[in-house]
């Protein structure tokens, strides 16, 4: 049983920098993509970044340049920081995780989600 807590979101005004974590726990053997995606109230959930084990990032094009994902390996934690926030970055931010895992010789990956951490940016 793997869990994934976000930390870091509130509320911030207009121009403002957040920093939201995430970290992994439980019986993790690895973990490969991690990720973010917010939602807001009738919008689907979107990406908003994505890093690899070996760090290559991919983010969505409104983000880009003003939010940075990065992670801890050792410490099974994924960062978001977020700059130059704006109204429209109003969302419940959601961290993601692929993780892997042996059943006997048997390698599998499954998929988890946090709980969600607010953030609301203020004009």
């Known amino acids: 049983q793997v869990q994934l807590v976000e930390s870091g979101g509130g509320l911030v005004q207009a121009g403002g920098s957040l920093r939201l974590s995430c970290a992994a726990s439980?019986?993790?053997?690895?973990?490969?993509?991690m990720g973010w995606y917010r939602q807001t109230p009738g919008k689907q959930r979107e990406l908003v970044a994505v890093?690899?084990?070996?760090?290559?990032?991919n983010y969505a094009d409104s983000m880009k340049g003003r939010f940075t994902i990065s992670r801890d390996n050792a410490k099974n934690t994924v960062y978001l920081q977020m700059n130059s926030l704006k109204p429209e970055d109003t969302a419940v931010y959601y961290c993601?995780?692929?993780?892997?895992?042996?059943?006997?010789?048997?390698?599998?990956?499954?998929?988890?989600w946090g709980q969600g951490t607010q953030v609301t940016v203020s004009s």
């Open positions: 993601n995780a692929d993780f892997g895992e042996y059943s006997g010789s048997y390698y599998y990956s499954f998929n988890s």
């Open positions: 439980g019986r993790i053997f690895s973990i490969n993509d």
């Open positions: 890093i690899t084990s070996g760090g290559s990032t």
